[in-house]
């Protein structure tokens, strides 16, 4: 009786055990024992694999190659658009100062006309003395009261709508007056912005074109503004034979 | 209690040898699970076909980041281009402006003695005439805000608040030729010059240098802005 409380515990334990091993044989056996007709297509089937895998790791490191190829030249082109809108922005203030943007700001306009009555008067007067030459604007005082205006810290001007540049010549053309090669005629509207007070100043001083002009009679006056607008220069600058000295 | 130790030792070695079994066949079955040579065939084929699929997936992604590569590339490179052309525009607009030095071919005039500021504006305005490139008197680069006049204060001409010292040379750049003819026209600057008894030296250079003039100082000027 004693032998009985633990021999039955022990038959169960050994008859699962039995039961274990049984299961675990077939197993080992079926897997270690595949259709021996497929064996070789499996074989080729898993090198397939292999091969696949190895390929795929290659192409999963060219792609985070290129990933971060591509960000570096997002990040140079971000780059580049700052000093694109920086050299932009320079080159938007220089066009202002060399004449090639419309302007604006206080100012004044002078206004210049051939001195038709005067010339009236002297042939009136003396007939044969009288040259109709002498009372007429001429190239030269358009040139000096353009000067004057300098001067008087002209920061832009034109004549007759020609934006008068550094490299504006003003000269006789014929009858005419060219102004960048441009023929104007009277009556001549010099328009200039700046300080209106210093610019006036300096063309009513006695030995100033302006002055003398005004003095001999010639309808001519000033008027100070607020706010004027002088469009663009409209030739070019171009440069045949003088380069940049040094770098740039 | 002596009876019970009797059946419970071979009971605890039947139990340890069971978990021991237990677990070496659960270890060898996950082994096989892992074995390409241990997997079945239809399965061997599934796998196959994921890693083409997923072969497929990368080669897609792969094309999109060369096409955006290429394309990136040509922005660069246009980019490149703009800033290329920008700068040119910059050191052409400063070379009107005659802020920075320049060299180049062009003519000196040489003039002994002292001359009416408006004569030397009559100077200018002719080199400009004949497509100056560049002036310069004394050294001292014209602009488009240079002041040149007669100071009652120093009984000088003077440009830009500095007295024009004599004999005084005009430097201009551009075709010598031109710039020679143009000075020379009948009734032109040298004949009105002439007639005071001046007689500037005029000599064709093969290069001259230039300064620079000082920037201006805008107070007033804005751009009109576009609309």
Redesign the interface.
Same mark, same amino acid.
């Given at each position: 009786m004693?032998l009985r409380?633990?021999?039955l515990?022990?038959a169960i334990?050994?008859f &699962?055990?039995g039961i274990?091993?049984v299961s675990?044989l077939n197993?080992?056996q079926s897997?270690a024992e595949?259709e021996p007709r497929?064996k070789s297509?499996?074989?080729s089937? $898993?090198a &397939? #694999?292999?091969t696949?895998?190895k390929?795929?790791k290659d192409?999963?490191k060219?792609?985070d190659a290129?990933?971060d190829? !591509?960000a570096k030249?997002?990040k140079? $082109?971000a780059t580049?658009?700052i000093?694109?809108q920086t050299?932009?922005y320079?080159?938007?203030q220089? =066009?202002?100062?060399?004449?090639?943007?419309?302007?604006?700001?206080?100012?004044i306009t002078v206004f210049l006309d051939d001195n038709n009555k005067g010339y009236e008067i002297a042939k009136s007067k003396a007939p044969e003395q009288a040259k109709p030459e002498d009372f007429l604007i001429h190239d030269?005082h358009l040139?000096?009261i353009v000067?004057?205006l300098?001067?008087g810290?002209?920061?832009?001007i034109s004549i007759n709508g020609q934006r008068?540049?550094?490299?504006?010549?003003?000269?006789c053309m014929g009858t005419t007056i060219g102004v960048n090669t441009s023929a104007i005629g009277p009556p001549f509207v010099i328009k200039a912005?700046?300080?209106p007070d210093r610019m006036s100043k300096v063309l009513e001083t006695d030995?100033s074109q302006y002055n003398i002009l005004k003095m001999a009679g010639y309808p001519v006056r000033i008027e100070k503004q607020k706010k004027i607008?002088i469009g663009s220069y409209k030739g070019s600058?171009q440069?045949?034979?003088?380069?940049?000295?040094?770098e740039? | 209690m002596t009876?019970?130790k009797?059946?419970?030792m071979?009971?605890f070695i039947?139990?340890l040898?069971?978990g021991l079994?237990?677990t070496v066949?659960f270890r060898?079955?996950q082994n096989?699970l892992r074995d390409?040579?241990?997997?079945?065939?239809e399965d061997? #084929?599934l &796998? !196959?076909k994921k890693?083409?699929t997923?072969?497929a997936e990368?080669?897609k992604? !792969?094309g999109d980041?060369?096409r955006?590569?290429r394309l990136?590339?040509t922005?660069?490179s246009e980019?490149?281009t703009?800033?290329k052309q920008?700068?040119q525009?910059?050191?052409?607009?400063? &070379?009107?402006?005659?802020i920075?030095?320049?060299?180049?071919?062009?003519i000196t005039v040489t003039i002994d003695t002292p001359i009416a500021y408006?004569d030397m $504006?009559?100077i200018i305005?002719?080199l400009?005439?004949s497509q100056?490139?560049?002036i310069a008197i004394n050294n001292h680069r014209?602009?488009?805000?240079? =002041? #040149?006049?007669?100071s009652e204060q120093t009984r000088a001409l003077t440009i830009d608040g500095e007295a024009v010292a004599f004999p005084c040379t005009i430097k201009a750049?551009?075709?010598p030729e031109k710039l020679d003819s143009g000075l020379h026209l009948s009734g032109g600057v040298l004949d009105n010059l002439d007639i005071y008894g001046i007689n500037p030296k005029i000599k064709k250079e093969k290069e001259l240098?230039?300064h620079a003039a000082n920037q201006?100082n805008?107070?007033?000027?804005?751009?009109?802005p576009t609309p």
């Open positions: 004693k409380n633990w021999q515990p022990l334990v050994l &699962m055990t274990l091993l675990a197993a080992l897997e595949p497929t297509k499996a074989e089937l $898993i &397939m #694999i292999e696949q895998e390929e795929l192409y999963e060219t792609i290129r990933r190829s !591509l030249h997002q140079d $082109i580049g658009k000093e694109v050299l932009q320079e080159l938007d220089l =066009k202002t100062l060399s004449g090639v943007s419309d302007v604006e700001g206080k100012g030269k040139l000096y000067y004057e300098r001067v810290g002209a920061e832009a008068v540049v550094c490299s504006s010549d003003i000269r912005i700046g300080d030995t607008t600058y440069f045949s034979y003088t380069e940049p000295k040094g740039q | 009876n019970l009797n059946w419970q071979p009971v039947t139990f040898l069971l079994l237990i066949q060898s079955q096989y390409l040579p241990q997997q079945k065939t061997l #084929i &796998m !196959l890693t083409n997923k072969k990368l080669e992604e !792969l980041l060369e955006q590569h990136i590339s922005n660069v980019e490149e703009l800033i920008l700068r525009d910059i050191t052409r607009q400063k &070379m009107a402006l005659g920075i030095p320049v060299k180049g071919p062009g408006f $504006i009559d305005n002719e400009w005439n100056a490139e560049a014209v602009s488009s805000w240079s =002041k #040149i006049y007669w750049t551009g075709d240098e230039l201006p805008i107070e007033h000027l804005k751009a009109t």
